[in-house]
């Protein structure tokens, strides 16, 4: 058939004007316009009950009482627990992105020996011939600071005859070592800041990173009359709220405190202990105002002042913050005033051969760890102190990727603290013994195991599961199982013996005396939770929460007032190289006039190397310039005293 | 301009003496609302080779962060500076600038309660509103929310999620309050009559200090009533006449001054505010 050309015409006019008419052309234009803007992925919803489960986090140093809530089963956000006294209903940044955390995909999915996938039996043997071929030659390093799985650990080492288990370096274990090692106490110190009408936080940055923060926080918040000081080398976030800042370096807060004392004493003030007479000769002949103002910068007319105020109070307090010498002073000085500071008992233990809470702050991780088998649960050590620690195979426990996991031989996996069962005895630092139990709200997705069912695998400590050894606990600490479920917290409001307390006058007359590296200005390193902890990086939705002051862009800032900044020849923004320690970090300079002048205040927490995106990167690691100096008299080290020098690149 | 009157207001009181800035509330804020955290990579994007990443959260401009928290100073040098912190929500004005110039009514003041609504499927994203809002309380998506693997299965069921291109802001968690209504009803309670507490929003619910109080201001029964009068009490910019439903306390002078509240009883223009600059 052949086309005419009439008819090829016909055709073209007729397709033209059927082209015009039909709607397909342009509903498909309209289309392809919607389509190619759409979204590649439609988040969808989960509706159904929603409800609030109790149960405790273990992100921030000393564990928050939480509900987590969940729809349809489904956990999505935390919340505080009202019922629980560590929270009152509140809660820390860190554990607010619990669930998040938990869904990461920065967390272990299984057992990996140096980076390959094995099975948990494997996992058990390859542990159980280590351990027999190293015998006594193991070390623990527990970031978990209140909890039970610590004395399953404890009891592993026994049964290998060894003692050597290590704690993060933190305030609790300083505050034990003064008040158990050099003063001869038992128990552990809380402080009744609630009640209390004049708190002087000395060193203790309270109301941010210190202690049970939440807590501090709700007796802050309750306590309407009472006057609280902040004394520090910098104006912390607790400092934007005290009635008064006082500007203390950190290596002088064993001296200030002591220049405290000394009014005190002169005031009449004495204790029925052994060595009081010592104690006071020693402040008056050595701590006179006189001399802590010279040897410190503080101002005599300050600490007067402070000491007036501490006098004239009915239940005053001093919490301190810092080395072992600044808390034996503010204990000694705790004691003298026979204000709200508080002697809290120890609840029984579950494990038999396990060492108790002040044995396992014994022994000074600061002097270097080195084991054949080392194992490291929930903590961070190649981060925060990669010089210190070293293992001939060593075992990480996590739930998420850490540079510990990453250095580690053998990662065993843990499931988050939202899939667990597990416990929060006592956070150092509040008033009164609080026993807590944490429930798992959702059910683990992945490949993980208890740490504390893998230890106690490899061991015979009388328990088949870590259930077991929490019922035992449970029993030992004399609370009912079933309120501690329901997130209600057991509270002992008993105190522990002080008969027999000294006032250590002969170590802290030494081990107060300021001592200071050589470099140029002083560090003031500082903790924000929402920054991240030692162990526990910044969250996903942390990174928008903090504040040019700390990072813009992939650059950590440090502060310095605008006095320090002249002398060191840098301004807003300039680049610098801060040198000390062993190490160096770069970082931008913020003029905040709320740092001691020689003082660089520096954030911790950053310049991870490994984890999620939100953390790793960012800014720079401020514990690779920190300089351990030893407590000589004090028989601790210390982070206190730190230098850097500062040059401008 | 004439302010629309309702029976029930409500409004937050803020203790700035409280706040030690910690960002409790902006993470629970976040997590309420399903606010993605910001990631670079976009693993929908299949012309990555062509574009740049997205912002993470370094670029504050660029955040989403209807609850955010600013750093005050009293601007003196060592020793005599002092800080404080000043956590701001949408202020879901009497009077609010960002209703009337909105070309497409995707925000109104009109329900019982005075919150300002924001109807995302209705924006446009033209950010008029951003621009008229003197709080920087609006938000615009610059990107698609992503949660990174895994995350999103734990999104929270008060809020549905926004796609790039709309304006956003702080609701008071608006499904919280229908949840108390609704639980109010159940209950036999009228649901315009709700107990102090029966509604609160996530930040104030999280705070550790409770620096958060939140409440009908129109209500005697609820705290905030009492404490929206007290003597340190103030309104952020105040002469502009916007009425914010957010107060402030604090008993530091310089802190009640930067909230520019000196010429709160018709100074107009122009009068001295030593606070600036």
Known sequence: ?649 | MQTKEFKIQWGMVIDIDKCTGCGACMVGCQVENNIAPMTKKDPYNYVQALTTDRDDAANKLKTLTWMNVYELTNGETFPNHETAYLPRPCMQCGNPACVPVCPVVATEKNEEGGIVSQIYPRCIGCRYCMAACPYHARYFNWFDPLWPEGMDKGLSPSTSVRPRGVVEKCSFCHSRYLDAKDKARQDGDDPMNLADGAYNTACADICPTKAITFGDLNNPEHKVHELAKSKNSYRLLEKLGLAPQVYYMSEREWVRELGDNNNADGGGHGAPSKSHG
């Open chain 1, 1 to 649: 058939m052949s086309v005419a050309r009439r008819a090829f015409i016909q055709m073209s006019v007729g397709a033209t004007v059927g082209i015009l008419f039909t709607p397909t052309v342009w509903t498909a234009l309209d289309d392809v316009s919607i389509w190619t803007q759409n979204w590649p992925w439609i988040p969808s919803l989960k509706y159904g009950e929603v409800k609030g489960v109790p149960t405790v986090s273990k992100m921030c140093e000393s564990g928050c009482a939480v509900k987590v809530r969940t729809v349809a089963g489904e956990a999505f956000g935390t919340e505080g627990n009202m019922d629980n006294p560590l929270s009152g209903g509140g809660i820390c940044p860190l554990c607010a992105n619990g669930v998040q955390v938990m869904n990461s995909p920065t967390r272990i999915k299984a057992p990996m020996l140096n980076g390959k996938e094995i099975s948990w039996d494997d996992a058990n043997k390859l542990v159980s011939e280590k351990l027999a071929a190293a015998g006594s030659k193991v070390a623990v390093i527990s970031g978990d600071q209140t909890g039970t799985v610590n004395e399953v650990f404890s009891g592993l080492l026994a049964s290998q005859g060894s003692d050597a288990f290590y704690s993060m370096p933190s305030d609790m274990q300083a505050a034990d070592k003064a008040w158990t090692g050099l003063m001869g106490g038992s128990g552990q110190i809380g402080y009744d800041m609630e009640n209390a009408d004049v708190v002087l936080l000395a060193g203790a940055d309270a109301l941010e990173s210190w202690g049970p923060t939440v807590a501090n926080m709700k007796a802050f918040a309750n306590n309407e009359n009472g006057k609280f000081i902040f004394a520090g080398p910098m104006q912390t976030r607790t400092a934007s709220v005290t009635s008064k800042w006082v500007p203390v370096p950190a290596e002088g807060m064993a001296a200030f405190t002591l220049g405290i004392t000394y009014y005190v004493l002169q005031a009449g003030k004495s204790v029925p202990a052994a060595d009081f007479d010592q104690f006071k000769a020693m402040v008056i002949s050595g701590y006179t105002p006189a001399k802590v103002e010279a040897a410190t910068g503080v101002k005599a007319d300050a600490m007067a002042e402070i000491a007036k105020q501490l006098l004239a109070a009915d239940n005053p307090v001093v919490v301190p913050g810092g080395s072992v010498a600044a808390n034996g002073a503010a204990f000694a000085l705790n004691l003298l005033l026979g204000g709200a500071m508080k002697v809290l008992p120890e609840f029984g233990k579950a494990v038999e051969t396990a060492m108790t809470r002040s044995e396992m702050l014994k022994q000074d991780i600061l002097k270097g760890v080195s084991a054949d088998v080392l194992m490291v649960y929930e903590a961070n050590p190649f981060y925060a102190l990669p010089e210190q620690v070293k293992g001939a195979f060593t075992v990480a426990f996590d739930s998420v990727e850490t540079e510990t996991t990453a250095a580690a031989d053998l990662v065993l996996p843990t499931p988050h603290a939202y899939e667990r069962a597990d416990d929060l005895a006592t956070p150092y630092g509040v008033a009164s013994a609080t026993y807590s139990l944490g429930v798992p709200v959702s059910k683990p997705t992945l490949n993980v195991m208890n740490a504390a069912d893998f230890v106690l695998g490899l061991a015979d400590l009388g328990f088949e599961n870590f259930d077991e050894v929490l019922e035992a606990k449970v029993t030992a600490v004399g609370a009912d199982m079933d309120e501690l479920a329901e997130g209600a917290a057991y509270v002992l409001e008993e105190s522990a013996d002080v008969s027999g307390v000294t006032l250590a006058a002969s170590v802290l007359g030494k081990a107060a005396v300021p001592v200071k590296g050589t470099g140029a200005v002083a560090l003031a390193p500082y903790t924000l939770l929402n920054v991240g902890t030692a162990n526990q990086a910044t969250t996903p939705n942390a990174p928008c929460t903090i504040s040019n002051n700390q990072l813009i862009g992939d650059n950590m800032v440090v502060m310095m007032a605008s006095a320090t900044a002249k002398k060191l020849g840098v301004g807003v923004g300039s680049k610098v190289k801060l040198s000390g320690g062993n190490g160096d970090c770069e970082a931008l300079v913020q003029v905040f006039e709320g740092v001691l002048p020689g003082v660089v205040a520096a954030p911790l927490g950053m310049g991870h190397t490994v984890g999620d995106e939100f953390s790793k990167g960012k800014g720079d690691n401020v514990y690779k310039i920190l300089t351990v100096s030893s407590e000589a008299a004090a028989g601790a080290s210390t982070w206190a005293g730190s230098t850097v020098n500062v040059a401008k690149i």
